[in-house]
């Protein structure tokens, strides 16, 4: 399931290029001393499409073979998706304080992201663990 198919994104690349636009969005707007809107919202745009043609074209050779997973292997999924959605907030957190720092007046209002994505992460270690553990 994750062969490269004729160019198209693989699956576990997809996160890693979000990331990697992202990071590259934030060193140049540090290099620059202005955000880079168009190449941050053509990267994301181009990632995204590239990952619904593939699994549009996936689920059409898929046909009916679904897998069914048992409790540890949903479990094992459950992690991993509270740990990179943690991991991947905590770096916008991280990206978006040191522009506040860098630069005394952003484009955006950092402080407001800032408070979403604290609000985010505590949801993710401690609210979305607390209700896996009583399910």
Do not use: C
Request: aromatic fraction near 10%; charged fraction near 20%.
């Amino acid at each position: 399931m994750n062969k490269d198919r004729g160019g198209f994104v693989r699956q576990k690349d997809f996160l890693f290029l979000l990331i990697g636009f992202m990071i590259a969005a934030v060193l140049l707007t540090l290099i620059r001393g202005e955000m880079q809107w168009p190449i941050l919202i053509g990267g994301l745009i181009g990632v995204v499409g590239a990952e619904l043609i593939r699994r549009l074209r996936s689920k059409g050779q898929q046909e009916d073979s679904e897998v069914e997973y048992d409790e540890r292997i949903n479990d094992y999924m459950k992690t991993w998706i509270i740990n990179l959605m943690g991991i991947s907030h905590l770096l916008l957190l991280i990206a978006l304080i040191v522009i506040q720092s860098v630069f005394k007046q952003p484009a955006v209002k950092v402080e407001y992201v800032i408070l979403y994505l604290l609000v985010t992460l505590i949801v993710a270690f401690f609210l979305i663990p607390s209700v896996a553990r009583r399910k």
